[in-house]
């Protein structure tokens, strides 16, 4: 188990951004923060292989991302931060039977199988429901039950409880707290990642903070505290 970033080169929007990032990612659970524009999610992009370095490497539970595939896909999930990129199917049924369906169960064995994992999140009746006529934070959750579907190894979710109301936010976040696999969440809640092993603050493409949730989020709150003054001084917010 566990993420390895070596030496990783990535330009983004014509210029460098990572450039010599290296990382070695095995607590179980690890969080990411930083301001928009700081890297949080073109980091995960690199950790499933959606985005390949220039230059350096990236291994996911063993695995070059170079060499991606289904194989690649089957050990890490990846929960999309908006879930119009993540979802390719009409209905709920559908969506969270696909990734089943790719790991060899028959297509009635996975929508039966869809169907406990929707009842057991509360969203029983959901399986015939179009993704059209679900709300933004509904798509969200359909979209974290069909990775969670799959049990993938890894775990990365890009800001996946932002549409979701308090009570699914909490049953949620209770039960991935519950589960055994990696998990690497970027988010701007920060009470998600108070209980966390390690969070990570990039900032502009550079790691700026590294270690436990209460030495990195007390001093990433102060930082947003200062520049959110400072924005509001200077008229930008
Ligand atoms: N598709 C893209 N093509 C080129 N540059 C991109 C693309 N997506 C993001 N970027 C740039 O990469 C940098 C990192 O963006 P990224 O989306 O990783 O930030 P983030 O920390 O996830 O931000 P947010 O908190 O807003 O989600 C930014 O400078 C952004 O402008």
């Known amino acids: 188990m566990g993420l390895v970033?070596?030496?990783?080169?990535?330009?983004?929007?014509?210029?460098?951004?990572?450039?010599?990032?290296?990382?070695?990612?095995?607590?179980?659970?690890?969080?990411?923060?930083?301001?928009?524009?700081?890297?949080?999610?073109?980091?995960?992009?690199?950790?499933?292989?959606?985005?390949?370095p220039e230059r350096g490497e990236v291994i996911a539970n063993g695995r070059h991302t170079t060499q991606a595939g289904r194989g690649l896909h089957a050990d890490v999930g990846f929960v999309f931060?908006?879930?119009?990129?993540?979802?390719?199917?009409?209905?709920?049924?559908e969506e969270v039977a696909f990734g089943l369906i790719e790991g060899g169960q028959t297509a009635a064995q996975a929508r039966a199988a869809a169907g406990d994992l929707l009842a057991s999140h509360g969203c029983a009746g959901w399986i015939d429901r179009a993704i059209r006529d679900l709300s933004e934070g509904q798509k969200q959750l359909v979209c974290i039950l069909a990775i969670l579907a799959t049990e993938p190894k890894?775990?990365?979710?890009?800001?996946?409880?932002?549409?979701?109301?308090?009570?699914?936010?909490?049953?949620?976040?209770?039960?991935l707290a519950r589960l055994p696999q990696q998990i690497v969440m970027a988010s701007h809640d920060l009470d998600l990642l108070h209980d966390f092993d390690r969070v990570i603050w990039l900032e502009k493409g550079q790691v700026r903070a590294d270690g436990v949730p209460s030495q990195v989020l007390p001093d990433y709150r102060a930082h947003a505290a200062a520049r959110g003054a400072l924005m509001l001084e200077s008229g930008t917010a």
Request: proline letters at 5%; a neutral charge.
């Open 154 to 175: 890894i775990l990365l979710l890009d800001e996946p409880f932002s549409s979701l109301d308090l009570p699914t936010r909490l049953s949620l976040s209770a039960r």
């Open 5 to 52: 970033f070596n030496c990783v080169y990535l330009a983004r929007g014509g210029g460098r951004f990572f450039d010599d990032l290296s990382l070695d990612l095995r607590e179980r659970r690890i969080g990411l923060v930083g301001d928009n524009g700081s890297g949080k999610s073109t980091l995960l992009r690199l950790a499933n292989g959606l985005l390949l």
């Open 81 to 93: 931060q908006n879930p119009d990129h993540q979802i390719i199917f009409p209905t709920v049924g």
